[in-house]
């Protein structure tokens, strides 16, 4: 079976700075990796770059078999509607309500993109599944709500519901509760494996808890400075090694070499 | 005794540049006065003018108040329909101005040039290019409204655009959505407010400009106001500015309203 997503030797650099330095791993499909990595080791520059937000200086990556790189744009956006990304900060549209937010989750998979996807022109069948998946994330009653009217967790929720919406089959979380307190973070983690597990979805998940790492992750792969340090299932990691992540040169711009630059 | 050296001098001579600047300045400020021939008595003179002219003006003479009133609801039709295209036309172009919205360099090249255009050639000089293209009248009026409002809400659109958030266009393009849907979908709205209060700024500006549109023969209660100047008939002519104060504030008035409604 062709892996959900396969990376080789991928390089990302902002001008002087190198933020990926040679990134290799491989995804099965329907496998959950807890990513974990310090601040600036080049976790968000990864993941956007898996989504193509980001330009490879090199490297592959292949999304269940296609290619990213060199993909038209039109096979670019077939890749993307195959991947769900939730955000740190929710990146739902301020100005539109919950509901709104998620049909906006199927923009990608109708030819004629927003005119298919607002409130007024929706078909019934997309309204439908939009409040089912508004359901699923428990919000089905807050479907008229602005995201400023939401708690953070709540329009984290909205986000997860845009998610499903897009019905994909990898999910991309970069550090999806970080910014929500303890309580509100795990249930919404919880959410989110709980559909990850149920729909049978690939995802690679950005984590700062080692022990919700341990928990929810089938695999862990821990980044350090723009390497790959770590790469194995959970069972086979230990808190030690975990936390060695964290200490001594973990981001990509402090290096001393490059402190001149 | 400490080191002194490193202490900020008191004054710091100006560089070579202020002083070409300031004398340059100097210079053009002096010759202006000259060239314009300010003297007491002339000052004097135009008092005296002054004060004949409003004698003449009070009482206003509203004797001709229904073709006042004809006039005055053209300049508010020039001025509304010319600044709903102006503002309808500006979407567009904002769009393909803003850095993050433009589909290429070139595109956004023009089309910051044309804006600028629009912008920088004064309201009248339209007015004039079109009263000489299209013939005197209210259309020619509308065209230099829409070309003005242009220059105004289409810059300011643009600029919004391009200080909105990246988050949400960011969601919007990872699920696969095309340019357009994103741009829709997530930049549109989120800059929503704020083009309705740079629409609404232009429907003032553009009641202003219409007004005075008619002194160059583009249509509209200017037209009435420099007939009655040439023909000495100042109080019809005070009349005409009492009616045009009083639609001018109604109009603020109400934007500002709907404008603090909005935000
Ligand atoms: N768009 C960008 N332009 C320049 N530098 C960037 C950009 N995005 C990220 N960086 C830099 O890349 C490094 C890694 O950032 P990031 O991938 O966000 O790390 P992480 O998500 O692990 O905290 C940081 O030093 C950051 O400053
Ligand atoms: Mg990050």
Redesign the pocket.
Known sequence: MTPAIQAEQLRVS??K?H?LRGISFIIPAGQGVVLL?A????????MRSLNGLEKLQSGTIRIHGAALSGASRRELRQIRLGMGYVFQHFNLVPQLNAFQNVLFGSLGRHRFGLLSCLGLTASAADREMAMHCLDRVGMADRAQHRPSELSGGQQQRVAIARMLMQNPTVVIADEPIASLDPKAGREVLDLLWRIVREEKLSMLCTLHQLELAQEYGDRILG?KAGHVEIDAPVAETDTLQLNALYSGMT???AQPTEAAA | MSDNSKLPPRFRAPSALTWVVAVGFAAFFIQGMIASNISIERLVRGANNLVRFVGQAVPPDFTRMPNIADAMLETMNIAIVGVTFGCLFSVPLAILAARNTAPNMVVRTIARFVISVARTIPDLIWALIFVVTVGLGPLAGILAIIMDTIGFAARFYSERFEEVQKGPSEALTATGAGRLSVIFGAILPESFASMTATSLFSVEKAIRSAVTLGLVGAGGIGVELSTAMRLFRYDQAAAIILVILLVVIAFEQLSTSIRKRII
């Open positions: 902002y001008g700075l933020v990595g601040n600036g080791c080049g976790k968000s520059t990864l980044m981001r990509v711009d």
